[in-house]
């Protein structure tokens, strides 16, 4: 795809959302359901059943995904989408992109062994390699925009507003 087609495709978009922004809001959705068998949540994806589970580090046995490897994925799904769109928004040469992101975790917090440690990931580290012979100034607004436009980046950057609800029946009898 070039940047004619990617126009072409985003500019009606861009135009009903600037007339009502209300056509741009768009809820998604994530389900799953705890296993029956083993400390493990199967989690719909679209394409596959996913199951996971607790990481090595907790007590896992390493055969399940782990859900903070899901969310550094889902941030490496997100950034190589996202430059790849502004790369070719941008008509910028891009021969090859790999992108790795990396998180630190402290899994005494997890556990519950130190109050003081947190749960949840300390530093994320999101790291692109880039083949492109294109020069330093447009390789910084490639990188400037792609963490701008990165849903998952932006979202873990912004913290937004989260919440918890449950409902629940009577067991079958």
Same mark, same amino acid.
């Given at each position: ?48 059943? *996913?199951? &996971? @589970? ?8 390493? !055969? /399940?995904?782990?859900?903070? #490897?899901?969310? %550094? $994925?889902?941030?490496? *799904?997100? &950034? @190589? ?8 928004? !941008? /008509?910028?040469?891009?021969? #090859?992109?790999? %992108? $790795? ?24 580290? %999101? ?47």
């Amino acid at each position: 795809m070039d940047a004619t087609e990617l126009k072409s495709l985003q500019t009606p978009l861009k135009d009903s959302y600037r007339e009502d922004a209300s056509q741009a809001l768009v809820t998604l959705r994530a389900r799953g359901s705890i296993d029956d068998q083993s400390i493990a949540c199967k989690v719909e994806t679209g394409r596959a059943l *996913a199951i &996971a @589970g607790l990481h090595p580090a907790t007590g896992g046995s390493g !055969l /399940e995904l782990c859900s903070g #490897d899901m969310l %550094l $994925e889902a941030l490496v *799904a997100c &950034a @190589g989408v996202t430059l790849k769109a502004v790369a070719t928004a !941008l /008509e910028f040469r891009l021969t #090859d992109a790999r %992108l $790795e992101a990396e998180g630190d975790l402290d899994f005494r917090g997890t556990l519950g062994v130190a109050k003081d440690a947190p749960v949840g990931f300390r530093a994320i580290r %999101l790291k692109f390699d880039l083949d492109t012979d294109e020069p330093q100034e447009r390789i910084d607004t490639l990188l400037k925009l792609t963490e701008r436009y990165c849903v998952v980046f932006q979202t873990l950057n912004a913290r937004p507003e989260l919440s918890v609800t449950e409902s629940h029946s009577a067991p079958k009898v």
